[in-house]
């Protein structure tokens, strides 16, 4: 599934990303979100979705049905985020809905460009 973009609704579209954020802390909330948003952009997606996921209880066929549903081709998981321990586990599980994983780190200099933009 692809989402339109603003430039030509009629005719460009990205592809869909849903992602993932573990953290307890509102700070550390917030920069893992901010994070995975700069990712997509500079990617070119669209992050339609991210699963919350504080005390490290979702699963995997949580974030299958996640990634289905929005019709996602990435799941992007922070860098030291409980669930990219589990990044080939993650990785085989959403190949079953043609989706790939992208543990994104936290400070890739394309991020820190975007972010401070």
Avoid at 27 to 52: K, P, T, Y
Wanted: aromatic share 4%; net charge negative.
């Amino acid at each position: 599934m692809t989402t339109k973009t603003e430039a030509d609704p009629a005719t460009v579209t990205r592809p869909t990303a849903v992602g993932y954020v573990s953290a307890v802390s509102d700070e550390d909330h917030r920069r893992q979100r901010q994070v995975l948003a700069a990712h997509a952009a500079i990617a070119g997606m669209s992050l339609a979705h991210v699963v919350e996921d504080p005390h490290d209880s979702v699963t995997l066929s949580e974030l299958l049905e996640v990634a289905d549903h929005y019709g996602a081709a990435r799941m992007l998981l922070p860098e030291g985020s409980p669930m990219a321990a589990r990044y080939r586990s993650l990785t085989d599980v959403l190949a079953r809905v043609g989706a790939v994983c992208a543990v994104v780190p936290a400070t890739s200099s394309s991020t820190v460009e975007w972010l401070s933009a």
